[in-house]
T-cell receptor, first 114, second 117 residues
Framework: EPEVTQTPSHQVTQMGQEVILRCVPI?????FYWYRQILGQKVEFLVS????????KSEIFDDQFSVERPDGSNFTLKIRSTKLEDSAMYFC????????????FGAGTRLSVL | AQKVTQAQTEISVVEKEDVTLDCVYE???????LFWYKQPPSGELVFLIR??????QNEISGRYSWNFQKSTSSFNFTITASQVVDSAVYFC??????????????FGSGTRLSIRP
């Protein structure tokens, strides 16, 4: 069964460093998303992406964040200068063509900012 | 604004008991989708079900069943004859059903379900 793949599974970084979280969505999907889950809390929407541009972003997704689809398969989330409060699990999701398709999530990348 | 409330933060039952997870939602949209996702201890989010707002038929899938009641804005999830493997955090969620499929999902705060042997 096709799945969303995220790498790395765990990323440790120093405060102020840049990190790039990588995702390979399901191959025929057209819509891509990033969500964040701070430990023990709810899953929060960060950004959605379609047709090589951002469709919607939350207030969490400030200038420190950016997304890119550098080729036909990868979808990345970059945090330019990490803060302690960026420590969280980051989930990538993708959904297919058509109206209101189901979002399938990757296993997540746990980001630890020290 | 859209909102999903899961009032039960933690539930613990003995194996083989039935358990119901409550979910209440708020939205101004006339068409929307409701979801349940499971997050096992390994951390991934596993899709369980999606419901259209215009389809109030209850659904059963094996030991799982869902009760959608638009009149009370509720979308409850029942596990029958619970098993230890059902132990997880369960999230109820909501999205608009617009023309674009790039609709964000709004999650509830989750219910941690523990099934004791």
């Amino acid at each position: 069964e096709p799945e969303v793949t995220q790498t790395p599974s765990h990323q440790v970084t120093q405060m102020g460093q840049e990190v790039i979280l990588r995702c390979v969505p399901i191959s025929n999907h057209l819509y891509f998303y990033w969500y964040r889950q701070i430990l023990g809390q709810k899953v929060e929407f960060l950004v959605s992406f379609y047709n090589n541009e951002i469709s919607e972003k939350s207030e969490i997704f400030d200038d420190q964040f950016s997304v890119e689809r550098p080729d036909g398969s990868n979808f990345t989330l970059k945090i330019r200068s990490t803060k302690l409060e960026d420590s969280a699990m980051y989930f990538c999701a993708s959904s297919g063509p058509g109206r209101g398709n189901i979002q399938y999530f990757g296993a997540g990348t746990r980001l630890s900012v020290l | 604004a859209q909102k999903v409330t899961q009032a039960q933060t933690e539930i613990s039952v003995v194996e083989k008991e039935d358990v119901t997870l409550d979910c209440v939602y708020e939205t101004r949209d006339t068409t929307y989708y409701l979801f349940w996702y499971k997050q096992p201890p390994s951390g991934e989010l596993v899709f369980l079900i999606r419901r259209n707002s215009f389809d109030e038929q209850n659904e059963i899938s094996g030991r799982y069943s869902w009760n959608f009641q638009k009149s009370t804005s509720s979308f409850n999830f029942t596990i029958t004859a619970s098993q230890v493997v059902d132990s997880a955090v369960y999230f109820c969620a909501l999205s608009e059903a617009g023309y674009s499929s790039a609709s964000k999902i709004i999650f509830g705060s989750g219910t941690r379900l523990s099934i004791r042997p």
